[in-house]
Structures are given as structure tokens and as C-alpha cells.
């Protein structure tokens, strides 16, 4: 008897479809190998636009006999290529797979986003869930408690290998307009993207907000400790931070002995970090760089070639 | 033996210098004879140029023999005509005549704002000081709780007749700003003064933040609501406006048997009733038309003529 060799999987494009951005990566059976980025987000794509914009990036990729094309992100929104509707939770690989919403049958399809209910609203991701996958793949989780923090910072709860629940936190956009467009601006240096850290004065801020009180009333204390000369512009930018960040924690339900995975860029993984541990939680820390691995994950019982 | 008539008091000139505009009265005795208006706020008098703008609104005012100018709110800040030092509390009218700044030795002064010392940071006021003297006197109290809403509404705490403490919330410029500038505003109609209010909405909103979490996850709510199209722009722009008036009011020391006075225009005293209510608090709800009655009671002391 000889043994059969398994049979190769199809070629896969890949493709993170962001608002203001994209990026794509091609990958022969489990490797990616190649990977280019665009600045075509959405929000710059006419009506009709999509499948151009797809071709001219990855053109050569998708020309890849038998290739399979899977794209995540805000181009399966309402304002994307097509609405994908919003895969309800507990949702694993699974159930992703079974609500991916083909654009082209078994070629090309959009990995649609998650949506859960809290009692007074629903709550939704697009984009992350392939993100949260690729880390439970990548560090072999069936059970964790993520923080995936940014514009919006979103608390996800994984149960048996599923995203069971999530909630959503405006702080990252709230931190942006409160500093550019209030009163608090005028104290505050411009906002950039390198901008250095005070951590004991982001500490400061924390500490404040998981006191409790409210930070609708915390925020004027930038203002009043920029009037009275108390604190440095750059030092009440990190105050700011904290007390935002420190807002998001104080309202998890955190234990001691039950890690957080913070999963992010390197400088709000520092931030989140430092807020969990001034609430006695400890932290695993991730880069942003599970997609690919998410969905290479998701794309794998769909990659044996069509007889 | 015949008796002596008082002297008559020395006219008064009063001006509520704000930011964006100003308003002035004139009165003899205690009286108020007349009242005008300017688009002068602080933000357009180019430096140097205030004694002009008060001379071209109120020039037959002052030329009145011996009248004496008492001129409240932004015009004593860094940006206004001068700095007048801000008056620590607690204060009433004794402190504050006492930290009048005299731009004219006894002709013309600016009222010193209010700061007071939290443990976190100094918080201060600058013109609602007066008005709260005046709702002090027009309603004979001595012991009050008040709420000044706005675009930083105030809570006062008065005893024995002097401000104690008070607390700044961002509540009316969050609205704003996440209105505004913040990916809520796409889905929430474009803002206006006589927009329409509705009250179940405003209710929902009050609630949840009266339950506690965190208003930066609550603020996500007001998106996915639009998204799943379960509320229709104008009931979510109310139910934003709870929310964060909701998030002020959970904050408080209120207590049932102790009534709270909102003090302010017509449609915030309404929202600000309706949502102390939704926490069981009676309130007393006055215009925010104390301003002369505070600077006439501020003055009177300085008004009997110099001989």
C-alpha cells in the first residue's frame, strides 16, 4: 500500500478591510506569503468600487487557479461592498463559517462581524472577531477574558472556544474629541502619534476613576489643574489618558486570579496593562497581528479543492 | 425732630460678561430701569479693547454721577479684560465683596470666580457665583443643594448662606462634542435649539446610566440602536441627552426628603426635573434670571455714596 499524500490546499487571499485602510496577504497551504497594505478603506471607495480596488491589489493572487479570497472588516458593513449581516453570539469558527456571506459562490466572501445583546441594547464588532480567533489559535485558548482596546475597546468573553458576549467602550474616541474639539484642547498639546507618556500622571488618573464618582465630573479636573499651573500640557494629556482608561476598567468584572489577554498596538497594551495592574489584574499581552492567523483558521475547511 | 430720608443709593451699572456675548442692566435704587444685549463676548474683544465695548454699550450708564459698574463672569479670566483672582470658598457676599478686583479704584469692578479644593483637583466657577446669590436671596434661603446645568453644569452646596463646595460636570459639552465630532452624530439628526424632545427616550437614558456601568459603553448603545434601526434619530438624540444627564445625576449626594433647585432655561430645568424624579428627588426649578438680583445685593453695600 502506498500512502496517499494529502491533497493541497487552494491558494487563500486574505483581506483586512478597514475604514480608513486596508491590507491583503496571500497564503500557499498554512504560510503566508506575502502581504501588501493600501489606503482604500471604505470610506474612500465609490459605490461599486470594491471588486476594482480588489483586483488591483490582489489581482495576481486571485488569478491563482481554484484561489479562494476571504475578507473581513468594515467591507461587509452597510457603507462596505455588501452588507454581511451580523453573525449572532455565541459564535466560534463555526458559526462564522456557516454565516460568511459569499460575493462570488465558494470564491470570494466577506467574513461577516458579531453581534450580542445586552439588556438595553444590541452590542456589535466587524473585524475583531477574526482578530480574537486568531489569538485563541495561536495560544491554543478554549476559555479567556480579552480587552482588545482602541476607538473602540471591546470586552470579549470566550467560553469552549466561542465568543460567548462582548461589550463595547467609546474610549478611545471619546479621549479624541475631548481633546480636540473641548475646552479641555485649548490646555493640551496637539495630539500626536508618538507623543510621550507620563505614568504617574496617567497612574493618577486611573487610580481616580476606579475610585468611582463620575468622569463626566473627573474631566474638568484637566481643565482646572491646567488653570491653576498644577500640571505640565504634556503630563495632563497622560492624566486624561488614564482617567478614560481607568473609566473602561473600573466597569469589568475582573478577578485577581483570571489574567486579561490585552490584545493591541504595543502603546495601548502598555496603557491597558498598567490600568489592570492598578486594579490588581494581571495581564497576557498581544500584538495586533492575529488576523492573518484568524483567518487562515476560518478559511481551512473550505480550502479542499472542489472536485 | 424730623427724620432723615436715606441717602440714595449710587446708580448701578451691571454686566454678565460670558464668552460668547454679554448683557447689561441699569439700576437706580433697587431697581432695574433697563437691560441690553451685546454680541461682545470675551472671544471677540481683541486685548486691550474692553474698557471701549463697555463704553459703547453702557457709556450713559456710567456717566451718571457717581455710578458705580460691577461686571461678573469670563470677563475676569485670563482671556477677559483682567485677571480677578478667584475667591476661595466657602464664600458669600462678604468674601466676595471682599475679592471684588477694582479696575477703577470704587468705580468699576470685576466679581472674582469661585474656586474650592477637591481631592483630586481644584474645581472653579466664574459668574454662576452671582446667580446663585441671587436665587439665595430671592428665595430667602440659607441651605440648599442647586444644580446650574450647562455646558459644565454646576452642583452647589450652600450653608448658612455661603457656597460650601460645588462640582463641575462636562455633561453639556460631552453631549456636544460626541454629538458633533463622534461617529454617533452620523446617525442622530443635526443639532438644533428647538429640537423636539422625547420624554420615554430621555427616560430609557436616565435609567441605564442610573443603573451604574459606564457611560462609555452606554454612548456605543445610542450607535447600535441606529444600526439595528430600533429607535429613529430624534428618540436616540434624547436618549443620548439621558444618558449622560443620567451618568451626572447618579453621581450625586441626593437624598428624597431634601429637594434640589435646577437652576437654568426653560427645556434644561425640564430634563434636569425629569431625571432627579427618575432617582426619587423632588426639585424647585427657577430661570436663570437671578444674575441681577445677585449683583444688585452684591453692590448694595457699595452703593451708599462717598461723602
Redo the contacts between chains.
Keep these: 500500500m502506498t500512502a496517499i499524500a494529502p491533497a493541497p490546499l487552494r491558494p487563500l487571499v486574505m483581506v483586512d478591510w478597514g475604514t480608513s485602510s486596508l491590507r491583503a496577504a496571500f497564503a500557499r497551504e498554512k504560510t503566508v506569503l506575502e502581504t501588501r497594505h493600501s489606503d482604500q478603506g471604505i470610506l474612500k471607495v465609490p459605490a461599486g468600487g470594491f471588486p476594482q480596488v480588489l483586483q488591483t491589489l490582489c489581482g495576481d493572487w486571485l488569478n491563482e487557479p481554484d484561489a479562494l479570497c476571504l475578507i473581513s472588516g468594515m467591507a461587509g458593513s452597510?457603507q462596505g461592498w455588501a452588507l454581511a449581516p451580523y453573525c449572532p453570539c455565541p459564535a466560534g469558527q463555526t458559526e462564522l463559517a456557516a454565516h460568511l456571506h459569499w460575493i462570488e459562490p465558494q470564491r470570494i466572501a466577506l467574513v461577516p462581524g458579531l453581534r450580542c445583546e445586552?439588556p438595553?441594547?444590541?452590542?456589535?464588532m466587524r473585524g475583531e472577531e477574526v482578530q480574537i480567533l486568531g489569538v485563541l489559535q495561536l495560544q491554543g485558548l478554549r476559555d479567556a477574558q480579552l480587552v482588545l482596546p482602541g476607538t473602540?475597546s471591546k470586552w470579549v468573553w470566550v467560553r469552549a472556544g466561542r465568543i460567548e458576549h462582548f461589550?463595547?467602550?467609546?474610549?478611545g474616541?471619546?479621549y479624541a474629541?475631548?481633546r480636540?474639539?473641548?475646552?479641555l484642547g485649548r490646555t493640551l498639546p496637539t495630539m500626536t502619534n508618538d507623543e510621550p507618556w507620563d505614568e504617574a500622571y496617567f497612574d493618577?488618573g486611573v487610580l481616580?476613576s476606579l475610585q468611582g464618582?463620575?468622569?463626566?465630573?473627573?474631566?474638568?479636573?484637566v481643565r482646572?489643574?491646567a488653570?491653576?499651573e498644577?500640571a505640565t500640557p504634556l503630563a495632563l494629556a497622560s492624566y486624561l489618558s488614564g482617567l478614560?482608561i481607568g473609566?473602561?476598567v473600573?466597569?469589568q468584572d475582573l478577578r485577581a486570579d483570571r489574567p486579561v489577554w490585552v490584545v493591541g498596538s504595543s502603546a495601548l497594551q502598555t496603557r491597558y496593562a498598567r490600568a489592570l495592574a492598578l486594579r490588581g489584574v494581571q495581564t497576557h499581552r498581544l500584538g495586533d497581528t492575529a488576523t492573518w492567523t484568524g483567518l487562515l483558521s476560518l478559511a481551512t475547511p473550505l480550502r479542499h479543492h472542489t472536485p
Design positions: 452597510a445586552h438595553h441594547a444590541p452590542d456589535v473602540h461589550s463595547t467602550f467609546m474610549t474616541e471619546l474629541v475631548m480636540q474639539h473641548s475646552i493618577q481616580l464618582g463620575s468622569v463626566l465630573h473627573h474631566l474638568f479636573g482646572t489643574l488653570l491653576m498644577r478614560v473609566e473602561e473600573r466597569g
